[in-house]
């Protein structure tokens, strides 16, 4: 009969351990922050871009980014990005027309069409909370 007993407490002990592994593992499922939105400049929804976060205090998760296609962007929260205050990057870069080296007929120039307000010196920020968020941005060019 003892056996039986010591049989039924290491079987609770493991349900116990199961149980409490579960919760823990559940502890960080709402953490994650997703982000999505529309993105346009002077009116006409951007494509061919990209959106980058970047965490602007220590602590954060590291920056996430995302295509821009027809103007729609989305970051899903398996990304990394956590919550908090964010710097906001959107960057859209065209082929020139003429060739950067004329030695080298394979490298050709390349034109920011994003103000730079809008990427290296972006003044665009954007608060992120935990769960769903949507962040829209109408871009001036001028």
């Known amino acids: 009969m003892r056996s039986v007993l010591d049989h039924g407490n290491i079987a609770n002990r493991a349900y116990l351990a199961l149980f409490f592994l579960i919760a823990l593992a559940g502890c960080d499922r709402g953490s994650g922050a997703a982000v999505n939105g ?9 494509d061919e871009a990209t959106i980058t976060f970047v965490p602007e205090t220590g602590g954060q998760r590291q920056a996430a980014w995302a295509p821009i296609a027809g103007g729609k962007y989305a970051i899903d929260s398996s990304s990394g990005l956590g919550s908090g205050q964010f710097r906001v990057e959107i960057r859209a870069v065209r082929s020139g027309n003429e060739k950067a080296n004329p030695n080298d007929p394979t490298l050709m120039t390349a034109k ?31």
């Open 38 to 46: 529309t993105v346009t400049l002077d009116g006409v929804p951007l």
């Open 112 to 142: 920011e069409i994003v103000p730079s307000k809008y990427n290296s010196n972006s003044e665009l920020s954007t608060e992120i909370r935990p769960g769903k968020n949507t962040a829209n941005f109408d871009l001036k060019a001028r």
